[in-house]
């Protein structure tokens, strides 16, 4: 029994090495890749699926205004401590209890 671990732990040893070694750079799979923009517009067209014109322009003024949005976040709201007895603009003080 003590030989079959032996020369098992020898094969796997020996493979070891070469199992870490990285993929060549052209061996990953197509599956493994995302679709570049031109094709997927080519097969949406050939499969009758092509948003209209009207559709694309919409999506990229969305897009656009997302991107704007991102990027010009606007003034960034005050962070200030508010003074001991100060209330939030959007509250209106309580009525006072009897």
């Given amino acids: 029994?003590?030989?079959?671990?032996?020369?098992?732990?020898?094969?796997l040893s020996?493979?070891?090495?070469?199992?870490?070694?990285p993929a060549a750079p052209g061996s990953m799979p197509l599956d493994n890749q995302e679709p570049r923009p031109g094709v997927v517009r080519e097969r949406e067209r050939a499969a009758g699926?092509?948003?209209s014109q009207q559709?694309?322009?919409?999506?990229?003024q969305t897009?656009?205004?997302l991107y704007q949005?991102?990027?010009?976040?606007?003034?960034?709201?005050s962070t200030a401590p508010l003074?001991?007895?100060a209330l939030p603009q959007n509250?209106?003080?309580a009525a006072p209890s009897r």
């Avoid at 559709?55 to 990229?60: F, G, M």
């Avoid at 949005?69 to 709201?77: H, K, S, V």
Wanted: charged share 15%; proline share 17%.
């Fill in 14 to 21: 020996a493979t070891g090495g070469a199992m870490a070694q």
């Fill in 49 to 51: 699926i092509a948003p």
């Fill in 63 to 65: 897009v656009d205004q």
């Fill in 69 to 77: 949005e991102l990027m010009n976040p606007g003034p960034a709201p």
């Fill in 83 to 85: 003074p001991p007895n």
């Fill in 1 to 11: 029994m003590r030989p079959r671990a032996l020369v098992a732990l020898l094969a």
């Fill in 91 to 93: 509250q209106a003080p």
């Fill in 55 to 60: 559709e694309s322009r919409s999506e990229q």
